[in-house]
């Protein structure tokens, strides 16, 4: 403590600091918001809709705000203790009943799945593999967070935020979506508000794969040309690429 009263003001003023704290407050501020673009991709179906939200925390602040006829919400209760969703399960627990029959029906498909869990790789990966075993053929993967707009907002400690990005944690879920980017069986784009909103399918023409020069997936090679990486995009872009 006396070491961080003693250099915090030359900290507070770092260059990084400061660029660090500017681009967090950026963020917060851009629009729209996922529920919109999730909102968006239900609209482009022509017939009665089936929503899956994998890591709810607050219903209100996303999930409440989807409109489909049918919606199911899948979280642990980790962080929002009262958990009112529909199975109160990991991801990986809700997916092994799911694929067992043991839940819902065993026809059950979705047109779009939200994947907002733990925000870690490897959890991020699985769950994206897990997704397009129930996702229709014309549906779409969606995903928060593949947009980290700092080495701090993509740490993989959610629990050190003594940095500039404080409580903010888009983890690594970017390494996940720039992984599946590189499948040449999907096309993928990413929509670059609300800290990147990650967009998979397997029908759409929302972007070609590429190959990943990035083989280690160091931040800030991945930052350095995130437009490639991500195929970065606008929401206007998206929907000239859909309409």
């Not at 963020?27 to 022509?46: A, C, G, M, V």
């Not at 009112?84 to 498909?109: G, H, M, N, R, Y």
């Not at 993989?156 to 940095?163: G, L």
Request: proline share 4%; with cysteine; hydrophobic share 35%.
């Amino acid at each position: 403590m006396v070491n961080y009263i003693k250099y915090g003001f030359r900290w507070l003023n770092h260059s990084k600091t400061r660029e660090g704290i500017s681009k967090t407050k950026l963020e917060i501020k851009k629009s729209p918001k996922r529920h919109e673009i999730i909102n968006f991709l239900l609209s482009q179906f022509n017939c009665a809709t089936n929503y899956l939200e994998i890591g709810v925390r607050n219903p209100d602040h996303n999930f409440n705000k989807i409109d489909a006829d049918k919606k199911y919400s899948v979280d642990p209760g980790v962080e929002f203790k009262s958990n009112p969703v529909d199975f109160q399960l990991t991801s990986d627990a809700f997916f092994e009943q799911l694929e067992a029959q043991k839940i819902l029906t065993p026809d059950t498909l979705f047109d779009v799945i939200f994947i907002d869990g733990l925000h870690l790789a490897e959890q991020v990966d699985r769950d994206i593999s897990n997704a397009f075993k129930f996702i229709k053929p014309d549906g779409f993967v969606v995903l928060h967070d593949c947009n980290p707009p700092t080495e701090w907002h993509a740490r993989e400690d959610y629990y050190f935020n003594m940095t500039p990005a404080k409580g903010h944690w888009n983890g690594t879920t970017w390494k996940a979506f720039v992984k599946w980017r590189s499948n040449p069986e999907v096309q993928s784009c990413c929509v670059d508000t609300d800290w990147g909103i990650g967009i998979l399918s397997k029908s759409a023409a929302i972007g070609s794969s590429i190959s990943i020069s990035n083989d280690f997936f160091e931040y800030n090679t991945f930052a350095n040309d995130r437009k490639h990486y991500l195929n970065l995009v606008d929401f206007e872009d998206l929907k000239g690429f859909l309409l």
